[in-house]
């Protein structure tokens, strides 16, 4: 790996890294939140799901803007974004201003991941891509972990306000590492932003996740429940309708033509939508029911920071040599027995005996499944579409993570027991499950491995 390799994938690492951290650093926050500015489930809900609204609906003009500016325009562009955007959510006095600044916020981090993973993709090669993929998939993996655990310490011990002002350190690190940034394989295109597009997307986006997040409080019959969740449905039918007959969209259908780029994200709806329930259910169970601490929440998942950092460059080079179906087979079924484990969770909420051995489980199936499905899914692509590809990838695993968050209510009830915890725990198992089967039937290995 040459230097400027290296500096390539420090850059892409950072910029996705502090997009990532993001949505679930405010997991373990929102307990904080809803006692110093009010508000319950719904509220908390919001505060997740107004930032994955807006990321996973302009991720996709991202991809579009990534390809049509450049990687590096684009990524500095986000960079400056996020870090102002960031800083109105730390000052934000009321729950509706708070959600406001995490929806702009966003649309900033919607600028980060598809430029970042298309820099990568555009700059290695072969087993090298697979390895530097593996390396990317780790630390943005690791974000997940890292997030709650970093947040629990600063609410804790400063304030829920400090993981939002806290951003502006790695988000001017990576605008200077990138002025160093030389030779970027940094392919532009003709490429029009789809605002039509765009539009459709975040309406369909906006309304059914209202409807779901609100259902409880008002039911299925409640004019303000149904009405916006029929205008996001057919917002959304008509969005995949108006992508498959403009000339330039946001959306390129024909990509989920390549086998693996369509069966990949098939598979990337039931682990993303997985692993988001996860996030955001157990970092608030154990504060809610278990009475851990924001501190301690975070410490819950932290063994799996430790593996997917070790583990995850590994199977994305095994990945790159032997193909990456036996890996996205076996990794979410691994996953799913390690989420199966908590069932024996009850009132105690005792860590080292209910939740820790599942962790440790899911932390493995976890570092199998991250980089084999970013490879697979990138792998057959041209180049050139880089950054659409991983835009895509990216939009379709937030916005399965913001439908599944938005659909928690449906799964556990208006409010969060032991019960609605293990109901929880058997949806994660049958998306992860789901999920592998799906890569097992359908996901191929590149003719130069063994099928």
Request: charged share 10%.
């Amino acid at each position: 790996m040459s230097k400027q390799q290296k500096l390539i994938l420090i850059v892409s690492i950072m910029a996705s890294f502090v997009a990532f951290l993001d949505s679930s650093v405010i997991n373990v926050a929102l307990p904080s939140i809803s006692r110093e500015l009010g508000g319950g489930l719904a509220s908390q809900q919001w505060i997740a799901g107004a930032y994955l609204i807006t990321l996973g609906a302009l991720i996709l003009v991202a991809g579009s803007l990534s390809d049509l500016f450049g990687r590096k325009r684009i990524l500095t562009w986000g960079l400056i974004g996020f870090a102002v955007t960031s800083l109105l959510c730390a000052v934000a006095p009321t729950v509706p201003l708070l959600i406001i600044a995490r929806a702009l916020q966003g649309a900033a981090g919607a600028l980060l991941v598809p430029s970042s993973l298309a820099l990568i993709i555009s700059s290695f090669h072969g087993a090298a891509q697979g390895k530097a993929i593996g390396s990317w998939t780790a630390w943005t993996g690791i974000s997940y972990i890292v997030g709650p655990l970093l947040g629990g310490f600063l609410v804790d011990n400063f304030s829920w306000r400090y993981i939002f002002a806290l951003n502006l350190i790695p988000a001017v690190v990576t605008l200077y590492l990138m002025r160093h940034l030389r030779n970027v394989h940094d392919q532009t295109t003709s490429t029009n932003v789809d605002v039509i597009g765009a539009l459709l997307c975040t309406l369909g986006l906006a309304g059914s996740v209202y409807g779901l997040i609100e259902q409880p409080l008002y039911g299925w019959t409640a004019p303000i429940i149904y009405l916006p969740l029929a205008i996001g449905c057919l917002s959304l039918i008509f969005f995949v309708w108006y992508e498959s007959r403009t000339n330039e969209p946001m959306l390129p259908l024909s990509l989920f033509k390549i086998r693996n780029f369509g069966i990949g994200n098939i598979a990337t709806i039931a682990i993303y939508a997985g692993l988001s329930i996860a996030t955001f259910l157990i970092t608030i169970f154990v504060q809610q029911i278990g009475h851990y601490s924001a501190v301690d929440a975070g410490l819950t998942i932290l063994p799996v920071t430790f593996i997917m950092f070790f583990l995850s460059p590994r199977f994305g080079a095994l990945s790159g040599k032997y193909g990456p179906r036996l890996f996205m087979t076996l990794g979410p079924i691994v996953s799913a027995l390690g989420f199966g484990l908590m069932l024996m969770v009850d009132q105690s909420v005792s860590y080292w005996t209910q939740i820790f051995p599942g962790i440790l489980v899911f932390g493995l199936g976890l570092s199998m499944t991250v980089a084999p499905l970013t490879a697979a899914i990138l792998g057959d692509i041209d180049p050139k579409h880089a950054g659409i590809g991983s835009a895509i990838n990216n939009a379709i695993s937030r916005i399965a993570g913001l439908v599944a968050v938005a659909s928690i209510g449906l799964i556990i009830g208006p409010s969060l027991t032991v019960e609605g915890f293990h109901n929880g725990i058997i949806a994660m198992v049958i998306l992860l499950v789901f999920g592998g089967v799906i890569s097992a039937f359908g996901i191929h290995n590149p003719s130069h491995t063994a099928d």
